[in-house]
């Protein structure tokens, strides 16, 4: 043990990966480190991306390294030398093979600390996921094993950069066979962390845990790699017992990635936007994570769950306006709650479905669906309240009123009057900016509520939304429920 | 202890081929502890012969006994390993290793007790007199210091059975002195078998000498038997030189 110990020390010393951990901290820094912390302070988006990029910094390098270390004694000219020495030729390979993943675990473990520790200090609720980080380690193992196979097997002073740029596009490359199929077997690849179709996805790994089910068949297939490729370099040259061990660790380490590959062709997404697989799944994980949500103090409050907490003040003020307008009104909203996103399990995109309008323990509630939940470009907190603003705001009013296709013209009257006071009365400057139309999508006020410019329909909506707010609050109380029911015309409209 | 059992090297009828080159065709020898020359010419299967020793590389046909085990055998092998020192004719070396860590390395590959690693490790770069320089990287070291180094290395197991593929290569006037010096100190405890093409190290530090030619032995015997083959027309500066001309000239007729 002490001469292992003295011989790992030595290869640690005289590593190749070691002059390369300057160079991986760079690139992660490069591409992974301002990437990833340039998202929303949210776990699951950057535990994903923090994956996928950080396995492809370190392919190249890694890979690299490690075949030039397997071919450092045919290129030192010390094949013979070593050959003929009693230590265990496995061992001795095993060795250095040891001290190039240290060193890459090493760079991994330290770049990960950085994004975890930083993000730590930014989100507001949730805890860090582990498992997209643990793919991503057990990725080094099973690079550097492939690196130092192809250096031991083809001890060329071509192999490293071969290998090295091999097993980079084979990598990136790999993903371009997933497709729109939710079964590919290509999902093995230690790059994808979440349905490849949708992409790192902020909906996802906050109501409801994140399903491990797919890092864990990655784990099993990199260990079954790493294993296999271990393995075959002790076929050769070895003692009888020694060899039959290596044939049944290379024959086990093959029936992990094979069947690893297996369980992932039997992946599907699940509701929550994951990828679940029936053989590994546990069903603990799809009760929905407890939480107690952050409200504001508006008049209606609005509850987010404490991870996008930082976007409850914007989000607040987006939807002000309407929420004073109707606050206290027979109909009215209680709270206005966040909810998750659902996915279409059947969609080739999964796109998200919104939620409805329901109950909530007796209480109205209307359930809210931010824009940062749903799949496209991340936003900035403006451009979400924005969002939050022209989609939400008009649909709070017309569940409220009852306004939309078969309801009365004053009832869409009323609604757009309403719908243009969120136009009208804002403290955010941001939204005030996406009012002169700096925000994309931001219908103008003289869309809203689907009325024609002209009309009379319109004309009694403008001359509403003109009354002072407590004159429309006197008179939606006591005409809230006719107006619901069709009974008030245009002309009764003040 | 009777003669057999004081041969560490036993070799009968060893033939190694590659391809259809025939390297070495047929050896017999035998040597017991005390420095063995092997002489020949550029390709007379001197380095083939040893790595056969070595055990870096088997044999086409004949049998082979070292340390009076058959290293055809995985276990035997190790055996022999355990007890072995060779260095290669162009001996590698890993240039951010310092002579330290370098004869350290092959110290713990040669399963050299890991209590006494520090111990041996010191005493092989003391005996090829490189402890001045035992911190400093193989790669700022001269040509003949680093053919020390790797000597070390081949010694720091205290082998039963050393062999050297031209040691003396590289190493000047003085350093090859001390050298024969410690081939015939090593000499004195295991059978060194050194391969060279320079006569004049056989004489120093030999007692038996074989001579080699396309893959055969033509001459075995002392280095002053090896004197008598010579007559008067071969050439050479030394006695030693022109006996090794004369044998050659004779096998070669």
């Known amino acids: 043990m002490i001469a292992v110990t003295r011989m790992l020390r030595l290869e640690l010393r005289h590593n190749a990966m070691a002059l390369m951990v300057p160079v991986v901290v760079v690139l992660f820094w490069f591409t992974t480190y301002r990437r990833v912390m340039a998202m929303p302070p949210l776990w699951n988006l950057r535990a994903a991306d923090l994956q996928m990029y950080s396995v492809v910094d370190f392919v190249t390098p890694l890979t690299g390294a490690a075949a030039w270390m397997g071919s450092r004694e045919s290129r030192r000219r010390l094949a013979d030398a070593v050959l003929i020495t009693p230590r265990a030729r496995w061992a001795r390979l095993l060795a250095t093979w040891a001290a190039t993943t240290i060193w890459a675990l090493v760079a991994y473990v330290g770049c990960v600390a950085v994004v975890y520790g930083m993000t730590a200090g930014q989100v507001a609720g949730g805890g860090p996921l582990w498992w997209p980080a643990a793919v991503a380690a057990a990725s080094l193992p099973a690079f550097t094993a492939l690196g130092f196979a192809a250096g031991v097997l083809a001890p060329t002073r071509l192999t490293a950069p071969v290998t090295a740029i091999v097993a980079f596009f084979v990598l990136v490359l790999s993903t371009e066979l997933i497709g729109h199929n939710g079964h590919s077997y290509w999902q093995i690849a230690p790059i994808v962390s979440v349905a490849w179709n949708t992409g790192s996805n902020p909906g996802v790994a906050t109501f409801y845990p994140y399903l491990p089910d797919l890092s864990i068949a990655q784990v099993m297939f990199l260990a079954g790699v790493a294993v296999t490729l271990l393995g075959t370099l002790a076929l050769v040259g070895e003692s009888r017992a020694v060899r039959a061990a290596a044939g049944g660790v290379t024959a086990a380490g093959l029936a992990a990635a094979a069947t690893a590959v297996l369980l992932v062709g039997t992946s599907a997404m699940d509701p929550h936007g994951m990828m679940r697989i029936p053989a590994l799944h546990d069903a603990a994980n799809d009760r929905p994570v407890q939480f107690t949500p952050v409200c504001s103090h508006a008049a209606i409050p609005v509850c987010l769950n404490p991870a996008y907490s930082a976007y409850l003040a914007s989000t607040t003020a987006a939807l002000e306006p309407v929420l004073n307008e109707i606050a206290g009104l027979p109909g009215a909203p209680a709270r206005i709650l966040q909810e998750a996103a659902t996915y279409r399990v059947d969609s080739r995109d999964g796109e998200e479905v919104r939620p409805t309008e329901g109950n909530t323990n007796g209480e109205a509630v209307y359930h809210l669906l931010l824009p940062v939940q749903m799949l496209g470009p991340t936003l900035t907190t403006a451009q979400t309240a924005s969002q939050v603003k022209w989609t939400d705001g008009p649909d709070i009013v017309a569940n409220f009123i009852g306004a939309g296709p078969g309801a009365s013209q004053a009832q869409n009257a009323v609604a757009a009057a309403l719908t243009m006071v969120l136009g009208r009365v804002s403290a955010d400057p941001n939204l005030r900016a996406d009012l002169n139309g700096e925000a994309p999508g931001g219908p103008g006020p003289s869309e809203l509520g689907g009325l024609i410019r002209g009309t009379a329909a319109q004309s009694a909506a403008e001359r509403f939304a003109a009354l002072p707010a407590q004159t429309r609050r006197a008179w939606l109380a006591s005409h809230l429920a006719a107006l619901r029911a069709g009974q008030i015309t245009l002309s009764q409209l003040p | ?253």
């Open chain 2, 1 to 253: 202890m009777n003669e057999n059992s004081a041969m560490n090297v036993e070799i009968t009828g060893l033939t190694r081929r590659f391809g259809s080159a025939t390297a070495v065709a047929g050896v017999d020898l035998r040597a017991g502890p005390g420095v063995f020359g092997l002489l020949g010419p550029n390709g007379a299967g001197k380095t083939t012969l040893l790595r056969m020793m070595a055990t870096a590389v088997s044999p086409t046909s004949g049998q082979l006994r070292l340390l009076g085990r058959d290293p055809a055998g995985y276990g035997p092998r190790r055996e022999i390993r355990r007890r072995l020192g060779y260095l290669p004719q162009n001996p590698g070396y890993y240039p951010g290793f310092t002579v330290t860590e370098f004869v350290e390395y092959f110290a713990l590959l040669k399963e050299v007790p890991a209590g006494t690693v520090r111990q041996a490790v010191a005493t092989a770069i003391d005996r090829v007199g490189l402890a001045d320089r035992r911190k400093h990287r193989l790669r700022t070291l001269s040509g003949g210091m680093l053919r020390r180094a790797c000597i070390a290395q081949a010694i720091v197991n205290e082998p039963e059975l050393v062999l050297f593929d031209e040691p003396t290569a590289g190493l000047d006037p003085q350093q090859r002195v001390t050298f024969r010096a410690l081939l015939r100190e090593l000499g004195q405890h295991a059978t060194v078998v050194v391969s060279t093409h320079l006569v004049e190290d056989v004489g120093a530090a030999c007692a038996e000498v074989a001579l080699m030619d396309r893959g055969r032995i033509v001459f075995q015997g002392t280095p002053d038997e090896l004197m008598a083959c010579a007559d008067g027309q071969a050439a050479g500066d030394t006695p030693l030189e022109r006996g090794y001309t004369a044998a050659l000239d004779r096998a070669q007729s």
